[in-house]
């Protein structure tokens, strides 16, 4: 564990049992979540990696058209 992990539990252990808890809960939502997101990223390089070579492809094949933001 860090150093600055380390910290962060010691200070979180001097707050009251519902807000440790409550920490605690956020933490682990925290981790769920990025751990779907490592998940979902994975199994989708490969479809990313197709989707740019087809988006650059059809730029070279001139099908594309210039994205001016205040237009839309």
Known sequence: MTELL????????????????????????????EARWDEAFSSSADLLE???DEALAEDDAG???LLVPEEL
Not at 6 to 23: G, M, N, T, Y
Request: proline letters at 6%.
């Open 63 to 65: 099908e594309t058209e």
């Open 6 to 33: 380390k910290k962060a539990f010691r200070e979180a252990s001097k707050l009251p049992p519902d807000r440790q808890d409550s920490f605690a809960g956020f933490l682990l939502a925290e981790l769920d979540s």
């Open 50 to 52: 197709k989707l740019a």
